[in-house]
């Protein structure tokens, strides 16, 4: 997931980054209404609307008209209730007023993630890959002939992987459909691949895609 953090204060973008970043998330920072217009294409922006050289409201506008499925995160001073009812209005998913606790901005970052983020195709009911039958409906996982026991989680990680093989999904998509988060613990993903390669017996069904996530091997 790749955050746009609009914010023209040094200090609190500097503690901004740091947390977002130890979240695993890509972060753009961009300190005046011009450079947040001029950035690169992100999945989640994060706004202030006091800027040295224009309004949020107006920038607020125009990423919107850019891109209606982009989400937005006011994050101002301006607390009074015609305040957030415009920056609603004008495109915000979502209000935070400061000052406010950076525990509060990731549980909002996280919900507005889940409402937003593209659903996965439907998986069929059997998928035959490779060596691989995954009944959805039962939850079982053939290799061949032999059947393999899963947790629950590392059967949720295979179907994860099985709704789209072949394709690299990213760490943070993944532990969107498993946890219905970005931050489940350090390592908690990679434990649950090590653990789902073991049991398959087959390690180089799940692959490591560097920089990116894991794919199923079609």
């Known amino acids: 997931m790749r955050i746009l953090l609009v914010e023209d204060d040094r200090r609190v973008s500097a503690v901004m980054v740091s947390m977002l970043q ?20 992100c999945d ?6 006091n800027l040295p050289d224009g309004d949020g409201l107006d920038v607020c506008r125009a990423l919107r008209a850019r891109n209606d499925q982009v989400g937005i995160i006011a994050v101002t001073a301006r607390g009074e ?5 415009t920056g609603l209005r004008v495109g915000a ?11 509060e ?24 890959i490779g060596p691989l039958r995954i009944d959805h409906a039962a939850r079982t996982v053939h290799v061949g ?17 099985a709704r789209q093989p072949g394709v690299a999904l990213s760490r943070e998509r993944i532990l969107l459909d498993v946890w ?25 069904l799940v692959e490591t895609v560097r ?3 894991y794919r199923l091997r079609a």
């Open 22 to 41: 130890r979240r695993g998330y890509e972060v753009e920072h961009a300190a005046t209404a011009t450079a947040a217009l001029e950035a690169a294409p």
């Open 44 to 49: 989640l922006v994060l706004l202030d609307m």
């Open 81 to 85: 209730e015609r305040d957030r009812i």
């Open 93 to 103: 998913d979502d209000y935070v007023v400061k000052p406010f606790s950076m525990a």
């Open 105 to 128: 901005l990731e549980a909002r970052i996280e919900a507005l993630l889940r409402r937003s983020v593209r659903q996965p195709p439907p998986a069929r009911q059997v998928a035959e």
């Open 145 to 161: 002939d032999e059947p393999v026991t899963l947790t629950r989680k590392e059967f949720d990680v295979l179907a994860s992987l």
């Open 180 to 204: 219905q988060t970005t931050w489940s613990g350090k390592h908690t993903l990679e434990v649950h691949v090590a653990s789902l390669r073991a049991k398959l017996g087959r390690p180089d």
């Open 211 to 213: 920089g990116v996530g």
